[in-house]
């Protein structure tokens, strides 16, 4: 009796540690990225459109388990806030950096693993967030880590209207293998749905916030070809 009452003990106790340090992890959590949106809306925002993504994504491959991918979306783009507005526009949309952006952007990974290092309970963030940033193939990183890859690059693609034949198009160029899964659940309707945005012609005084110029003479074959040949610089 006395050894049953022990482990009822040992379990309650048990229960109330994981529950503290659930309550500080997810406080952490919190405090970042209230923070986050204080300090720099435009870094939160992209944030959250990669949470988005990731969460449906997770949902199409069937993963009910969604808290460590979406925190690791959110809080990877931590360290931009660091990053002048001008280079974090250029990182947004994917453009290319010039050397001096390149050592900043460098430093992003050892900025968001320090500040995450501080939260108790994030290893598995971490892990994920460490494995996006780095230049590992895909066949050598968890799927986790390839899906975050790939939502941060399909979003750069998509602020920089890029139609998403397009986009779809130089994912699979650029990736194969463990990416294949991933990329057909983002080129899914319930995610090109939310995404997708109406083409139409607009004088100066019509422009609002948040409208993308594109293209018109330009065909998807072509805006492919560049995209491809950008890569290969």
Known sequence: ?????????????MRTEDDQLGQMRRGGVEALLGALSLSNPAVHARAVAIKNLASEVLATLGEADRWDVEVAAMLSQFGAVTLPEATFDKLQRGFVLDAGEKELAAKLPQIVDDLLSEIPGLDCVREIIAEHFSELPEARISRNGCLLRLVVEFEAMVSDGQPFEVIFAVLRLRHDGPAAMIISALESGCIAADLHRDVAEVSVEQLCPGMVAMTPHESDHDKVAKAT?????
């Open 1 to 13: 009796r006395d050894a049953a009452r022990a482990g009822v003990v040992r379990h309650r106790l």
């Open 229 to 233: 040949d950008a890569t290969a610089r």
